[in-house]
């Protein structure tokens, strides 16, 4: 079983999503056109980076290990997952965002 670099980079965002999640800070806080009150937005997508960013470094995690494989069930229902709560993430950051 091969380690590809797609793999990496998303251990590495699920990294980013879970430790900003938790500070608080980065990229994602720094909207400055929200629509809401600044503690809601924040609460927001506190929790959805949480779960985001824990899917994402436990399934490209166990990839990168060698745990489990691309073609296994855990797999696909993981990646189901992540990608539906970063869909999430990208939503309420969507829908609590001022349009222009």
Same mark, same amino acid.
């Not at 500070?23 to 809401?36: Q, S, T, W, Y």
């Not at 824990?54 to 797999?75: A, K, P, Q």
């Given at each position: 079983?091969?380690? $590809?670099? /797609? ?10 999503? /879970?430790? &900003? ?10 909207? #400055?056109?929200?629509?809401? &009150? ?12 949480? #779960? #985001?960013?824990?899917?994402?470094? $436990? ?11 691309? &073609?296994?069930?855990?797999?696909? #229902? ?10 999430? $993430? ?11």
């Amino acid at each position: 079983m091969k380690i $590809l670099n /797609f793999d990496v980079m998303m251990l590495l965002l699920g990294v980013y999503l /879970f430790v &900003s999640a938790i500070l608080g800070k980065g990229m994602l806080f720094e909207n #400055a056109h929200i629509n809401c &009150s600044r503690q809601k937005y924040n609460k927001y997508v506190r929790i959805a980076g949480l #779960a #985001a960013g824990m899917i994402t470094i $436990l399934n490209n995690g166990l990839i990168v290990c060698h745990v489990i494989d691309e &073609s296994t069930r855990w797999y696909v #229902a993981l990646w189901g997952i992540e990608i539906f709560l970063l869909l999430i $993430l990208g939503i309420i950051n969507f829908k609590y965002t001022e349009r222009k």
